[in-house]
């Protein structure tokens, strides 16, 4: 049973103030001087109101890494940062690659009540790369899998790669790339080019990414499927994706808020929290992946929110864990990168961070304009906002944020998840629905 | 001077205080009795997560001669997985009271995370990380030059317009690294000979020259070559065909030796592959100055412990660059 709640005054896509009446987990009125009467007031006013958003690449580390991330630490994290559904990756102890796995996460998701769960699958049986995990019953089971991925590793071989986009073809299924061929990118720390030189780090080359993208989009046009490339990173991938497209090719790209606002200049005083794969890229992929996303070449923003425990990031850089929370501060990033750049409309926020990650993950439910009648998924944002991202300011059970002492605009006020508010006025609900 | 992690950032009035601080060091080590009180009740940890006996022995009798406590710790294992981290050793240091952490560590970077984290109060000195930098190696490689080139006049000059010709294995040394920022800020011009596959791939930004042809550069008549140790683990890793390819093409052999001007000198870091880099004769002839180098190192390093240890003058004088 959902409480009734009434957003006054919120500011619509279209850039319209109005009320947002909220009730039996659906969007039951929009207008002007609704009634209240049986609902809990909002003031909303100025608030930005998005669709719930949406990620696409989320590690939620249950089951086996509970030190750092826990189903419901990691979907805390999601509502304080606006989310309403996240794909969980199937790096787990064991690997989610069969149907029992994903449905213990979908009912982790279930119980914990933040956000929707929708988990990936993997590609290959233990993420090892060698044969295809039982996609089919990944799918067919009740968490309905969609999304395939060996995130972390790269599906390297090329004729695995090619059964795996041809067979998720049976159940309408994408293959979620890690690009990064492994030989290339052996002992490799940091973005390859003028930093690591001076900083002595093994460099990542940014073809190592692109050469895995190129032959990617050719293999999903001979065989006719679709592709998604995760967390893209350079330029050169950006100008793969966009000759892919122009051709016809069925493929989606993804960037994540970091890769929109960082650079590989941050790797100068070896502060592990700036290590992540892929790594921080130069300030001209920065600038290219930005022109990508607005253009639509690059579809969403995911954000790879990878917990980690305090003792993986304070030790040297190589032995650092590679990874970055994201949840709690993607919204905020992308208001910097892409509107306060004036890339992006916040119709295309609600875009690249709902409507296109759910339409890419085949998820019901999620990513559908605000309109009477829709399920009231929404998030409230104030954009006038402004401060310093502090570790309060993260809720899932690890604090490896790259932005913590970093002044980011923006402040998410609402969550509303099924109809009633997991964040409210920006404190996390205990028990939301309850 | 509160660390020593690296040349890049040290000025050239920083630099040329540590080379002249050496001189004076030097000269006490031509008296009967090398030892000096200056450091007494001061300690030094020598903290090796790496073997490197001469570097270690170098630095201890450094401290030594300064009257310093040692404590040598030799750190097996280095990442969080493998026994003991870094943080905790930190953390251990300062317990026992370390005035100064000698540090060599095969990860690049480890000593500024071990200066920056706030684990340790102690001045940290960088005694070669990974393949990022050996600002000692650096300091006494510079100090080797001027001394040959100058002699006794040898304080306070910089090494302006002086050529030095850099040979090897330029992507995993950091004692190239380290010369090239202080050879450079120094005022000397650096060229870098190597194998195309070991240069970083992108040095666009430092301040050096890169050629591939080792013949070329010596045509030339540079006043010192510096052949850097070829590490035999990278020929598996098909850096370059052989052994005996490697050394034709970049080794310094007598030939090539002799095309240079009399008065060039010939370095090495220590320890040589004879027949691969360097060639016996090159290596013991005059103008090699190999052990000059072991010599001026312990000059160099007491300078650097002094300075580290003895506080703020040398940050009063020319303020903390970094």
């Known amino acids: 049973m959902s409480e ?33 009467a049986g609902a809990r007031v909002v003031d909303a006013d100025g608030l930005v109101a998005l669709p719930g958003l949406v990620d696409l690449h989320t590690h939620l580390r249950e089951p086996g890494y509970e030190a750092s991330e826990t189903v419901l630490t990691g979907t805390r994290a999601a509502a304080a940062g606006g989310f309403t559904a996240v794909f969980a990756m199937p790096n787990t102890s064991p690997v989610a690659d069969s149907a029992g796995v994903v ?76 690009a990064q061929d492994p030989r290339l990118t052996e002992g490799a720390q940091m973005n390859e080019g003028a930093v690591s030189a001076e900083l002595g780090l093994t460099g990542w080359p940014a073809v190592a990414e692109e050469s895995i993208i190129a032959r990617d989009v050719l293999l999903a046009e001979h065989v006719g499927s679709r592709l998604h490339v995760c967390h893209l990173s350079t330029a050169g991938s950006v100008d793969l994706i966009r000759w892919a497209k122009k051709r016809g090719i069925a493929v989606t790209a993804e960037v994540t808020p ?177 | 001077m509160r660390h020593l992690l690296d040349t890049r950032g040290l000025s050239r009035a920083q630099a040329l205080r540590i080379l002249d601080v050496a001189e004076d060091m030097a000269d006490t080590q031509s008296r009967e009795v090398k030892k000096l009180p200056t450091l007494r009740g001061k300690t030094v940890v020598n903290l090796f997560f790496e073997d490197s006996t001469r570097t ?48 060599r560590h095969s990860a690049s970077g480890a000593p500024r995370t071990l200066a920056t984290s706030g684990w340790i109060s102690a001045g940290v000195v960088n005694a070669g990380d990974g393949t990022h930098e050996h600002p000692t190696q650096a300091l006494l490689d510079a100090f080797t030059i001027r001394k040959r080139r100058f002699g006794a006049d040898s304080r306070s000059r910089g090494l302006d317009g002086v050529r030095v010709v850099i040979v090897g294995d330029v992507l995993h040394s950091r004692v190239a690294r380290s010369n090239l920022w202080l050879l450079s800020t120094l005022g000397a011009e650096v060229t870098l000979v190597t194998p195309p596959t ?33 590490q035999l683990e990278r020929m598996n890793a098909a850096f370059f065909p052989s052994e005996r390819e490697y050394s ?75």
């Open chain 1, 4 to 36: 009734a709640l009434i957003f006054r005054g919120a500011r619509l896509l279209g850039g319209d103030g109005a009320d947002i009446l909220v009730r039996d987990g659906v969007i039951a009125e929009i207008g002007s001087h609704l009634s209240s």
């Open chain 2, 248 to 322: 034709r093409r970049w080794g310094l052999d007598s030939a090539r030796v002799e095309m240079l001007p009399g008065d060039s000198l010939v370095m090495h870091p220590g320890p040589m592959n004879r027949g691969l880099e360097i060639s016996a004769d090159a290596a013991d002839s005059p103008r090699s100055t190999v052990l000059e180098q072991v010599a001026n190192g312990v000059s160099v390093r007491m300078a650097v412990l002094y300075l580290l240890l003895t506080g703020e003058r040398m940050d009063d004088e020319m303020g903390e660059k970094r």
């Open chain 1, 258 to 434: 970091h890769h929109l606002l960082l650079t590989d200049e941050l790797v100068r005083g070896y502060d592990a929290r700036f290590k992540v794969n892929p790594p921080l890229r130069r300030e001209e992929d920065v600038l290219a992946v930005r022109e990508g996303l607005a253009d639509g070449t690059i579809d969403i923003v995911a954000t790879d929110h990878a917990p980690h425990p305090r003792e993986s990031k304070a030790c040297e850089w190589p032995a650092a864990a590679n990874g970055m929370v994201g949840l709690e501060s993607a919204l905020r990033v992308v208001h910097e990168a892409m509107v306060e750049t004036g890339l992006l409309e916040w119709t295309d926020v609600a875009r690249v961070l709902s409507a296109a990650p759910a339409r890419i993950g085949s998820l019901a439910g999620h990513g559908t304009p605000l309109a009477v009648g829709q399920p009231a998924e929404l998030t409230l944002y104030d954009a006038e906002a402004r401060g310093t991202f502090t570790e309060a300011d993260l809720r899932g059970r690890s604090v490896n944020s790259p932005y913590v002492g970093r002044a980011l605009p923006g402040q998410v006020r609402w969550t509303v998840h099924r109809g009633y508010a997991t964040l409210a006025d920006g404190a996390l609900v205990e028990e939301p629905g309850a």
């Open chain 1, 103 to 178: 449905e213990q996460e979908l009912a982790l998701g279930e119980a914990a009540g933040y956000a929707t769960v929708q988990p990936i699958g993997a590609v290959t049986v233990g993420q090892k790369g060698e044969r295809l995990a039982e996609l089919g019953a990944m799918a067919s089971s009740r968490a309905k899998v969609r999304v395939f991925s060996d995130d972390g590793f790269c599906v390297w071989d090329p004729l695995i790669m090619r059964r795996a986009l041809e067979y998720v073809k049976a159940f309408g299924g994408v293959v979620a790339q890690h």
């Open chain 2, 198 to 230: 070991l240069i970083p791939q992108d040095v666009r930004a430092w301040p050096a020259r890169v050629l591939y042809d080792l013949d070329e550069a010596l045509a030339e008549g540079p006043e010192a070559v510096m052949m850097l140790r070829i």
């Open chain 2, 56 to 103: 270690r022995i170098s630095f201890e009798a450094a401290a030594k001669r300064l009257s310093a406590d040692v404590i040598n710790f030799a750190a097996k294992g280095s990442s969080v997985s493998k026994g003991e981290s870094l943080k905790d050793t930190a953390q251990t240091l300062e317990a026992m009271g370390a005035d100064a952490v000698v540090v």
